[in-house]
């Protein structure tokens, strides 16, 4: 089972619509998550890094919130711009071990105009 | 500064021939990850660098694939007898340390194509 789960698998929004996109995790011990934007035929690049005494990060328009107790975070996009069309992957790192990341499987935004 | 880089940005290859795909880190960075990411999956941890370590193979899906690091900086991932199951993109991330709160920065990838 992975154990990092993304919803919704995808969505379509309207241009200077909000959004937001939701991340269940497993992983134990926490360590930290981040949220990666992932155009196509790019590599992902961070937005956020939350650890777990944060509970919300924001980065322009995008806001994370990280519930550390129910294990949940979520990624909300404010006045969505067709830019924001992209991959909206989840990842959360343990405190052990090396460095090693769990990925989740990502939301699919498209923005329409 | 510059990024990660890969190269090629796309291979097209037979099944049973030898692939070598290319990533060059961030100046300065001592560890590099290897990842696959196959269509409607996550990202999938394949092998792992850190300076003069022994690399952490553990993700490596078969003995046809392996990858080395030449002088702590460029890395070649190779995928001997490619099976059609291989096609995904290859992704090369890099980071400072290893440390859970680092950033890894991933270059654009390579989309390998198995026929």
């Known amino acids: 089972k992975n154990q990092v789960e993304q919803s919704p698998q995808s969505l379509i929004i309207l241009e200077g619509k909000n959004c937001t996109l939701q991340?269940?995790?497993?992983?134990?011990?926490?360590?930290?998550l981040r949220w990666y934007k992932q155009d196509t035929g790019r590599g992902p690049v961070s937005l956020t890094i939350?650890?777990?005494?944060?509970n919300t990060k924001s980065n322009g328009r995008y806001t994370a919130t990280l519930d550390a107790d129910t294990k949940q975070s979520s990624l909300h996009i404010t006045a969505s711009q067709l830019s924001d069309s992209a991959s909206y992957i989840c990842?959360?790192?343990?405190?052990?071990?090396?460095?090693?990341?769990?990925f989740g499987k990502g939301n699919q935004v498209v923005v329409i105009p | 500064g510059a990024g990660v880089s890969q190269s090629p940005s796309n291979k097209v290859t037979e099944k049973g021939k030898d692939v070598e795909l290319r990533c060059d880190p961030i100046?300065?960075?001592?560890?590099l990850y290897w990842y696959r990411q196959s269509l409607g999956q996550g990202l999938e941890f394949l092998i792992y660098?850190?300076?003069?370590?022994?690399?952490?193979k553990s993700g490596l899906p078969s003995d046809r694939f392996s990858a080395e690091r030449t002088g702590g900086s460029v890395s070649t991932l190779t995928i001997q007898r490619t099976q059609q199951e291989d096609s995904a993109v290859y992704l090369c991330?890099?980071?400072?340390?290893?440390?859970?709160?680092?950033?890894?920065?991933f270059g654009p990838g390579t989309r390998l194509t198995v026929l």
């Open positions: 990842v959360v790192s343990a405190s052990e071990g090396n460095n090693r990341l769990a």
């Open positions: 100046s300065g960075h001592t560890a």
């Open positions: 991340c269940n995790y497993t992983v134990s011990p926490f360590s930290n």
């Open positions: 660098f850190q300076g003069n370590s022994a690399p952490d």
């Open positions: 991330a890099s980071s400072y340390r290893t440390s859970a709160y680092n950033e890894q920065f």
């Open positions: 939350m650890t777990f005494s944060e």
